[in-house]
T-cell receptor, first 114, second 111 residues
Framework: GNSVTQMEGPVTLSEEAFLTINCTYTATGYPSLFWYVQYPGEGLQLLLKATKADDKGSNKGFEATYRKETTSFHLEKGSVQVSDSAVYFCALSLSETSGSRLTFGEGTQLTVNP | EAGVVQSPRYKIIEKKQPVAFWCNPISGHNTLYWYRQNLGQGPELLIRYENEEAVDDSQLPKDRFSAERLKGVDSTLKIQPAELGDSAVYLC?????????FGPGTRLTVL
C-alpha cells in the first residue's frame, strides 16, 4: 500500500535558522508529492508539489525535490520566520491533479522562536 | 473566490447522539472529499465523490457513518450514533484541476 513517513516532531528553531523536515514514501506506481501546511485554527493549505522525479516544488521560500532513488521529498527553507510556525504534512497522490485520495504523513509541528 | 465552507466549526455531543456536518465546496469543483484527522495525526480519507457519485468509500465505517452529496454540490456527513473514538476534526476538501483545497474543518468532541 501507499504510505508517507515524516520525521518526528516537534521541531523548535530560532528565527533565521535553516529548516529541514524529512519525508519518505512508499507507493505503487508513480505518485505526485505534496507538502501541506496547517496554521493554528485553519484548514490545510497546499504549500508546494512535485509531480515527477527530480522536479523541485517551491513556494514562500520553501523547497522540496522529488527524489525517486531515495523515495524522499524533504522540505527545506533557508531562513525561517516566526510566521512559519505551523504543522507541516507531507502527502502523496497517484493523480497529478489530486483527483484521487491523498495519503498523509503524521505531520511535523514547527515552532519558530524570535 | 470563496473557499471550502464547513459548518459547524465546533460540536460537542454526548456519546450515542447523532451529529451531522455540512460542506459547501468551491464552485465548479466536481470532486469532494471527507477526511478525518485524529489528534496529532494526518488526515485520513473517509469518502470521495465525483459529482453526486461516491467513488471511494472504502474507509467509511458504514455501520454508523453516512454521507450524501445531493445535486453534486453540497455534502453532508452524518454519524449515528457517535462513539467516544469519533472525536476528531472532520475536514472537507474539493478539487478540480489545480489541486485539493481544504475547509477549516469541524472539531467534534464526544463526551
Amino acid at each position: 500500500g501507499n504510505s508517507v513517513t515524516q520525521m518526528e516532531g516537534p521541531v523548535t528553531l530560532s528565527e533565521e535558522a535553516f529548516l529541514t523536515i524529512n519525508c519518505t514514501y512508499t507507493a505503487t506506481g508513480y505518485p505526485s508529492l505534496f507538502w501541506y501546511v496547517q496554521y493554528p485554527g485553519e484548514g490545510l493549505q497546499l504549500l508546494l508539489k512535485a509531480t515527477k522525479a527530480d522536479d523541485k516544488g517551491s513556494n514562500k521560500g520553501f523547497e522540496a525535490t522529488y527524489r525517486k532513488e531515495t523515495t524522499s521529498f524533504h522540505l527545506e527553507k533557508g531562513s525561517v520566520q516566526v510566521s512559519d510556525s505551523a504543522v507541516y504534512f507531507c502527502a502523496l497522490s497517484l493523480s497529478e491533479t489530486s483527483g484521487s485520495r491523498l495519503t498523509f504523513g503524521e505531520g511535523t509541528q514547527l515552532t519558530v522562536n524570535p | 473566490e470563496a473557499g471550502v465552507v464547513q459548518s459547524p466549526r465546533y460540536k460537542i455531543i454526548e456519546k450515542k447522539q447523532p451529529v451531522a456536518f455540512w460542506c459547501n465546496p468551491i464552485s465548479g469543483h466536481n470532486t469532494l472529499y471527507w477526511y478525518r484527522q485524529n489528534l496529532g495525526q494526518g488526515p485520513e480519507l473517509l469518502i470521495r465523490y465525483e459529482n453526486e457519485e461516491a467513488v471511494d468509500d472504502s474507509q467509511l465505517p458504514k455501520d454508523r457513518f453516512s454521507a450524501e452529496r445531493l445535486k453534486g454540490v453540497d455534502s453532508t456527513l452524518k454519524i449515528q450514533p457517535a462513539e467516544l473514538g469519533d472525536s476528531a476534526v472532520y475536514l472537507c476538501a474539493s478539487s478540480f484541476r489545480l489541486g485539493m483545497f481544504f475547509g477549516p474543518g469541524t472539531r467534534l468532541t464526544v463526551l
